[in-house]
């Protein structure tokens, strides 16, 4: 079984910073894409960034700038530094993996963490 824990969200004021993080555990053969989306309060969930195992990444366009995704591939984890904050980033981040799983015969699939809040105040 494959999970993903995320940590680091909180409540910070405007210009602040916050760094997430998420780790994933589990029967897990290999990992290949992992992100973060977040979804504002009565919005649909967005791709926040996303990195590749070769460290290509993308980004939304809100957040280019001020957000930076990385991974350390050694540990299973994904960062998302976020510096800037404004209060239009408020919203619950997730945290999103593409993981071959050894109990799911190596299939890739798609796995998401539970997500943690975060809130930027005016």
């Known amino acids: 079984q494959v999970q993903l824990v995320e940590s680091g969200g909180g409540l910070v004021q405007a210009g602040g910073s916050l760094r997430l993080s998420c780790t994933a555990s589990?029967?897990?053969?290999?990992?290949?894409?992992m992100g973060w989306f977040r979804q504002p309060p009565g919005k649909q969930r967005d791709l926040v960034a996303r990195?590749?195992?070769?460290?290509?990444?993308n980004y939304a366009d809100s957040v280019k700038g001020r957000f930076t995704i990385s991974r350390d591939n050694a540990k299973n984890t994904v960062y998302l530094q976020m510096n800037v904050l404004k209060p239009e980033d408020t919203a619950v981040y997730y945290c999103?993996?593409?993981?071959?799983?050894?109990?799911?015969?190596?299939?890739?699939?798609?796995?998401w963490g539970q997500g943690t809040q975060v809130t930027v105040s005016s």
């Open positions: 999103n993996a593409d993981i071959s799983d050894l109990l799911r015969g190596g299939v890739l699939s798609d796995y």
């Open positions: 589990g029967s897990i053969f290999s990992i290949n894409a």
């Open positions: 990195m590749t195992t070769g460290g290509s990444t």
